[in-house]
Structures are given as structure tokens and as C-alpha cells.
């Protein structure tokens, strides 16, 4: 069967019928699923397109996209075979040829994870759990010196403030027109924070968690999750979020609000060549 190996364009009408496809298998495509919807514009992405599909039927499709609005490089990816897995990598390089001068990673199923270590070297892997949320989030006491709310645009120096003392890793000012965030204060500074990276009907990540390490130990954490978990029930179908599987303290938290581990992800960082 022939097929073609194009960049997509914002608007083009594929990226509907590449969505659809991506949305049978969410969790699994979560990632380019965010790149596809909230982040289209700042993303470049790569779809390998059999004759059939361009009749209608996506179903033999694969796609990778590259987020571009972040300090390192990152390649969202669906794929069903190697062939199919290095061939829009590589256009995206084509397009893109600094995916090329260092190292690239992200998280992936570990289907997907097997198709890139025959693609390219890969040079690192770390295991995450990606935990989805069941029955509802149980409340907690907090301090009445602190102040929980949901945040605004109004914040966003504080929230720089806070991430620059404790990083986040794929933090982008951005993130606050994708979902809800909620932040603890305590003397009128920001201390504790909770929100998403992305939120769409169908699925939504919570993250960009943190918290002051003055303030660690008082329930903040949590609470800023319930209030942003409790938010998205009303807009999004499934709601997870990511935790590095050695750390337990995070994992246990989770666990204890209601997330469960739905399937490890494996953060892999390989070199294209």
C-alpha cells in the first residue's frame, strides 16, 4: 500500500481524523492528544498517511509532534511499527534539524518505548506511573493561616516565583489558559500550587504541582489537587496525572486521593540519528 509522510499544517483537516484516532486509545495517546488540541499552535507534528486514510480511514495512521514552546526537546508519538515510528520522527527532523543536535525525550507506553530503541540510541530511561483518578477526592484540614483559591493571570509573578525556587518541568505561563489552577497563600504569597497541563473534554493531566519547602507537610499539595481535580469532573471524561515511580511519598498521596496506577510510562531520552 502506498503512503505519504507529510507535516500538518494547524488547520489542516487531517489533524481531525488524526485526533479521532489518538482518542480510541487516550491515556496511551495523551501526549500527542495534548499536542493535537490546546498546544496545535506551538506544536509541529508529522503524520504518515496511507492511500486508504485519505478516503476517510485514519485506522493505519501514525504521527509524531514536536512541542516547541519548552526549554527541551520533546517528541509526542503514535505508532504501530518501527518503519512507521522512524519515518515521522524523521520528517519532523527534516522540518525541524535542532531535534537532531542533542538529546530528545519524552513518555511513552512501553509498546511505543520498544519502537524507539530499535529506531534510535537511546541514552536514558526512567519509569513513571500514570495514575487515574476513580471516586472522589477526600478533604483535608488546613492551617487557616493559609488561604487556598483559584488562581488568575493576576498571579502569574507569583507562580514564577514559586517555580523558581522549586521547578517544574514543563511549566509554560501558558499552561493557565488550558485548566484550572489553585494556589495556598500564606501572608499574601503564594506557597503551594496545584493545576493542569492540559484539559479537554475527553481527557485532562493535572500537574505543575509544588510547594514551598517551608511549607511542606501541611496537607497544601493535596488540597490545591482536590480543588483542581473536583473542577475538571465537571469538564473532562478521564483525569490523571504522572508521578516518577521512585517517588513514594508523591505516589502514596496520590494514591490516598483517589488516583490509581493505571499503566507505567517509560521516560526514554535518545538521540535521532
Known amino acids: 500500500m502506498a503512503s505519504t509522510i507529510k507535516l500538518l499544517t494547524s488547520d489542516d483537516p487531517l489533524l481531525g481524523q488524526l485526533l479521532a484516532l489518538a482518542l480510541r486509545k487516550p491515556l496511551d495517546n495523551c501526549f500527542l492528544i495534548a499536542d493535537l488540541t490546546q498546544l496545535r499552535n506551538e506544536c509541529?507534528?508529522?503524520?504518515?498517511?496511507?492511500?486508504?486514510?485519505?478516503?476517510?480511514?485514519?485506522?493505519?495512521m501514525a504521527a509524531a509532534s514536536f512541542y516547541r514552546d519548552l526549554p527541551f526537546r520533546t517528541i509526542a508519538l503514535m505508532a504501530e511499527e518501527v518503519d512507521g515510528a522512524r519515518a515521522v520522527i524523521g520528517k519532523l527532523v527534516e522540518a525541524h534539524p535542532e531535534l537532531a543536535e542533542g538529546h530528545v525525550y519524552d513518555f511513552y507506553p512501553k509498546?511505543?518505548?520498544?519502537?524507539?530503541?530499535?529506531?534510535?540510541?537511546?541514552?536514558g530511561v526512567m519509569i513513571e506511573y500514570q495514575m487515574v483518578l476513580g471516586g472522589a477526592i477526600p478533604d483535608v484540614t488546613i492551617d487557616p493561616r493559609y488561604d487556598i483559591r483559584r488562581l488568575t493571570p493576576a498571579d502569574l509573578p507569583a507562580v514564577s516565583r514559586l517555580f523558581a525556587l522549586v521547578p517544574a518541568m514543563a511549566w509554560t505561563p501558558r499552561a493557565f489558559e488550558f485548566g484550572p489552577f489553585f494556589g495556598a497563600f500564606h501572608d499574601g504569597e503564594l506557597v503551594s500550587i496545584g493545576g493542569v497541563h492540559f484539559?479537554?473534554?475527553?481527557?485532562a493531566e493535572i500537574g505543575n504541582i509544588a510547594t514551598h519547602p517551608e511549607h511542606r507537610g501541611q496537607n497544601l499539595a493535596h488540597a490545591c489537587t482536590r480543588l483542581v481535580a473536583e473542577t475538571l469532573r465537571n469538564y473532562s471524561r478521564?483525569?490523571?496525572l504522572c508521578a516518577r515511580a521512585d517517588n513514594l511519598k508523591a505516589i502514596k498521596l496520590y494514591a490516598r486521593m483517589g488516583f490509581a496506577v493505571y499503566q507505567e510510562l517509560e521516560i526514554v531520552e535518545y538521540r535521532i540519528k
Open 238 to 240: 478521564i483525569i490523571f
Open 199 to 203: 484539559a479537554i473534554p475527553e481527557i
Open 111 to 123: 509498546r511505543v518505548a520498544g519502537l524507539l530503541r530499535n529506531c534510535f540510541p537511546v541514552t
Open 44 to 60: 509541529a507534528t508529522a503524520a504518515l498517511i496511507r492511500d486508504s486514510d485519505s478516503a476517510g480511514s485514519c485506522g493505519s
